[in-house]
């Protein structure tokens, strides 16, 4: 007799297979989901940091005219970057500021910026020479205001004030007697007088009158006097009309001069003060015309300048005051040859002996 089966299990077991399959086909389904979903969720990360780190790169760059870090600069590297005649050098002593801020990245700009602290600069070191000057120390000042000057171009803006600060400074110290840079104690001995001091100290008698306050020509034996002992030097820029005053290679003052219609384009080169005059008169096609007259357009003081060394044969040339009101006359082709103002004559009259050398640059 047939034994009869049941197919309840059999169809449970069939059941039971494809459940598995079914399980397994699931499961690497998911497993692919899942990656997908993981990367998708690095890749979102990734360009989240970077837009963030754009928008920081962004935001720390500087916009056109927007005010610059206040960083200041040492007043050496000011002055070693505008000594500085070499584009390479300049640029290179700019990337070296440029240091200072890592996300500064367009050179125009960047240019602005230390132009900026350059004028900053000067305008700390003019305060603080001020500053000094005011309270009557004066050879701080000095050394401020040529250390500055050193470093600048008569185009600056603070250029003017700076050199009419550092005359100023200087008069004092040279009026006092006591300046170590210019003067020597000596005891008067009998048979001196201020002229012939004059001439051994290769000074002049205003300068040692001023240098100790004298209102008199009168000495007496035993008397102590301070004498002005400089080696003057003058050198005088065409280029801006300037006239720089040394004394033993020193910055002392700066003066402006006002080239007249006589100063050709060959008066250049080396030349030494030759002769000097007071209340000079002056001759042209004959007639003369005394100091003080409308006619003398060299003013209360004249100075001739010869030629020396290699340039012995140039055209001789002068300095000199003016006739017009004290100022020198501006026009183009005004009379005369290195003119000044009648204050400023005088006063390099009375400080610089004949022999004193000229320089004449372009």
């Known amino acids: 007799m047939p034994k009869l089966t049941s197919n309840t299990s059999g169809n449970f ?95 125009l700009l960047d240019m602005q910026e230390f132009e900026q602290q350059r004028i900053k600069q000067q305008r700390k070191l003019y305060d603080s020479a001020l500053q000094a000057f005011n309270e009557r120390k004066f050879e701080q000042s000095r050394t401020i205001l040529r250390d500055m000057l050193s470093a600048m171009e008569s185009s600056d803006a603070l250029y003017d004030a700076a050199a009419s600060l550092l005359g100023r400074a200087s008069m004092n110290i040279y009026r006092s007697g006591i300046d170590a840079e210019t003067n020597v104690a000596y005891t008067v001995k009998s048979g001196d007088t201020l002229s012939r001091l004059a001439v051994d100290y290769n000074t002049t008698v205003s300068a040692i009158k001023k240098a100790n306050s004298m209102t008199s020509d009168n000495l007496r034996i035993g008397q ?4 002005p002992q400089s080696v003057w030097s003058i050198v005088i820029r065409r ?15 700066i003066y402006k001069i006002y080239p007249g219609s006589a100063i050709g384009d060959a008066c250049l080169g080396s030349f030494k003060i030759f002769s000097k005059q007071k209340d000079p008169v002056w001759s042209v096609d004959g007639q003369k015309f005394p100091a003080g007259s409308p006619g003398n357009i060299i003013g209360p003081r004249w100075m001739s300048l010869k030629g020396t060394g290699a340039n012995a044969n140039a055209a001789g040339t002068a300095i000199h005051g003016t006739n017009r009101s004290g100022e020198p006359d501006s026009t183009p082709g005004a009379p005369g040859y290195f003119r000044m103002s009648n204050e400023d004559a005088k006063e390099l009259y009375d400080l610089v002996p004949c022999e004193t050398s000229v320089e004449i640059k372009r």
């Not at 102590?224 to 004498?227: A, E, P, R, S, T």
């Not at 009309?241 to 033993?248: D, E, F, G, M, Q």
Request: charged share 25%; net charge neutral.
């Open 13 to 107: 077991r069939t059941y039971g297979i494809k459940t598995a399959e079914a399980e397994r086909r699931y499961t690497g389904l998911y497993r692919v989901i899942v990656v997908l979903l993981i990367l998708l969720v690095v890749a979102a990360a990734v360009w989240g940091v970077k837009r963030f780190l754009d928008s920081r790169a962004s935001a720390a760059r500087p916009e056109p005219g927007r005010e610059q870090p206040d960083n200041d600069i040492p007043a050496s590297t000011f002055a070693d970057i505008r000594d500085s005649a070499d584009h390479n050098e300049t640029s290179a002593a700019i990337q070296e500021y440029r240091s200072r801020d890592p996300n500064a990245t367009d050179p």
């Open 224 to 227: 102590k006097l301070q004498i």
């Open 239 to 253: 280029s801006d009309n300037r006239l720089i005053l040394y004394t033993n290679n020193n910055l002392f003052k």
